[in-house]
């Protein structure tokens, strides 16, 4: 068994467990709902969840309820330990089911680990065998050139989000500090309204338009740049902001509130910001099509 299987198997996985959250949290909220930590198509814990669930619970294959229980203690640790392991690296919690019954601290539940434990059982008796009839058609080399294709967009997508949230409370104390001082700055407080972001900007244009002096009118500029260059920059973030809607800080709970109502304020100045998701999507799903193609093909 090579490394360009093994991955091959990974990146199918991550790409179904993306899917099924998108179709899974879109039904709950009514609308469309794009998950996942990265740009492109895929929830690796779920790639990783998947290979641990078939790779350990193999043989338990033959006793559904046997591997239904094993699937829900391995999906629930996993799930545990990246909980964790995100809110101490990070500082920022990117789930939390503290009100769903039968929680274990926000970051599971029993709902939850019950379907991981369904999904668990579906991959092992029916989406591997299709997963590993699929792969087999394809000849190595093939299978290795289109990993090293996938792996480049992946290790590329994961680097800008590492980035993203490595920023995060950095980001978000930046923005307290610009606020805590444009209250105090020639009377900037009296026209900012935290809760209409909207209204404030066309305040601040108001002011550079009807200025009463050439300073409060350089003034506005600067107020009015230095709040689109917030948004601007913390593109990534409302990305991911978008993605988990349920995500907080309990460091700058204050700014990430403030920065969901920046973004919507300046809408319209960020809608080039899913472009580049878009792209990798595209990709993966030429990348996919072409693989299939070729399956088909042999």
Known sequence: MSASYVFALFVFYSFVGWLSEVVYCSILERRFVNRGFLNGPLCPVYGFGALLVIY????????IPLLFVM???????????????????????????????????????????????????????????????????????????????????????LGLTLRSLAGFSA????????????????????????????????AVRERIR????????????????????????SRGLVRLLRAFPGAGSRAHGEELALLRRLHAAFARKTDGAPVLSLVLRGIALALALAALAVAVAL
């Open 56 to 63: 350990l619970l193999g043989p338990f294959a033959g006793n």
């Open 71 to 157: 699937a829900v203690i391995v999906t629930s640790v996993l799930e545990y330990a990246t909980g964790l392991f995100l809110e101490t690296a990070f500082g920022t919690t990117w789930w939390d089911y503290s009100h769903y019954r039968f929680n274990l601290h926000g970051r599971v539940c029993l709902l939850n680990s019950l379907l991981f434990g369904a999904m668990g059982v579906v991959g092992v008796r029916f989406l591997h065998p299709l997963a590993v009839s699929a792969l087999s058609a394809v000849t190595p080399p093939v299978l290795d050139a289109l990993a090293l294709a996938v792996a480049t967009l992946l290790a590329f997508d």
């Open 171 to 202: 980001w978000l104390s930046t923005i307290s500090e610009f606020l805590a001082g444009a209250r105090e700055t020639l009377g900037f407080g009296e026209w900012l309204n935290e809760r209409d972001l909207a209204g404030t900007l066309a």
């Open 210 to 233: 009807l200025g009463a002096s050439e300073e409060e009118r350089r003034l506005a500029e600067r107020v009015a740049g230095r709040l689109e260059r917030i948004v601007a920059r």
